[in-house]
């Protein structure tokens, strides 16, 4: 098989971890291909050139940054749809990948208005021409 051809394993992989970012784990993988997971591992690393566990963070921070663009979830609500359920290790992955933390990539995304008593509100930035 070349390099350029589409192979059916990666693609449930992929399929599979684009709609679980949530509940992933190479073991669960490995069932549903019908491999080991070691296996699992080295066969998705020998097609695709990237480990598995830095395609799931890449896929994971991906999503998180499409959900940080909108307001309708806090980061604790995001962290545990794309798979973190400690929020603290899902910022320090964010900040590691992005260099920012996920509220300062919100922040960087959304305008930002604090008023006297603490209270944040946020608002969609504007650029008219």
């Known amino acids: 098989m070349s390099e350029k051809e589409p192979d059916k394993v990666v693609g449930i992989i992929k399929d ?4 679980h970012l949530d509940d992933v784990s190479l073991e669960i993988l490995a069932e549903k291909v019908y ?3 070691p ?3 080295k066969y ?4 695709t050139g990237i480990n598995f566990q830095e395609y799931l963070i890449t896929q994971r921070m991906q ?4 959900l940080l663009e909108a307001l309708q979830y806090n980061i604790s609500e995001i962290s545990l749809m794309v798979g973190y359920s400690n929020p603290f290790n899902f910022t320090r992955t964010y900040k590691k990948c992005y260099g ?3 509220r300062d990539y919100r922040m960087s995304k959304l305008g ?6 603490g209270r944040e509100f946020y608002y969609e930035k ?4």
């Not at 999503?63 to 499409?66: F, G, H, I, M, N």
């Not at 504007?126 to 021409?129: D, G, L, V």
């Open 16 to 19: 599979y971890i684009s709609r």
């Open 35 to 37: 491999m080991s997971a």
């Open 39 to 41: 296996y699992v591992s």
């Open 44 to 47: 998705f690393k020998a097609k």
């Open 63 to 66: 999503r998180a940054s499409q």
């Open 100 to 102: 920012m933390t996920p």
């Open 112 to 117: 930002r208005i604090r008023l006297g008593d």
């Open 126 to 129: 504007k650029i008219f021409y």
